[in-house]
């Protein structure tokens, strides 16, 4: 089941996403910016975090995914639906086990992202130190990925402040939610999206 009755609803959200792609726009030239600055690059990296269960939170987010899919051709949602499944299964065999997802995005397609233009935030900044100023909790930090940790020299301190891209996306998604009249909690990971997206029948079904 789509979130919203697409297609007629991604037409209308469309014209709302304006600013997201000059966003997203942004936080690339950012974080290219200090990965240069680290000299930290995700080619043959052995801990992709393409491989890594990441939620996604927004309702903005999920349209631009929803957009990009409409560009595939038929056999590369097909593909991506099947991944997609498998995805979800493995992802619920890990949680009864409660052990740790590591499995390829459905999106992924031999180490290069299908919808890479479109791809969600976190794929967007994860990798380089970051922090942003939390209005209770004040400034939080996170680390860099595995990969960081391996680079000589070591990082010198210099972070990604993600606080004004938080709060643009914010301001975006509010926007968006109050245009749409949509207000359900969004936590899903791509496969889950993709799932809501039109294909091919479940042969397992
Ligand atoms: S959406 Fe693209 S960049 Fe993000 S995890 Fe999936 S394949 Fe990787």
Redesign the pocket.
Known sequence: MPLLPLPDALDTAVGHLGPLPGLFADMDRAYHELAAHYRLECQDCPD???Q?L?HHHTLAEYLY?YSGWQALTALQREECHARARAYGHAAQVAATRRQRLRA??????GG?????G???M??RLHGVPSEFRHPVRGTVQGPGCHRLDTLAPAPDGRRLDRTLFYRRLVEIEHRLRARLSHHTRIQMT?ADMLMTFQGPPDPAA
Do not use: E, K, V
């Open positions: 992709n975090c393409c890594t990441f995914i390829w995005c459905p999106l992924n397609d290069r992202c299908r919808l890479y479109h791809r969600p976190i794929c791509i």
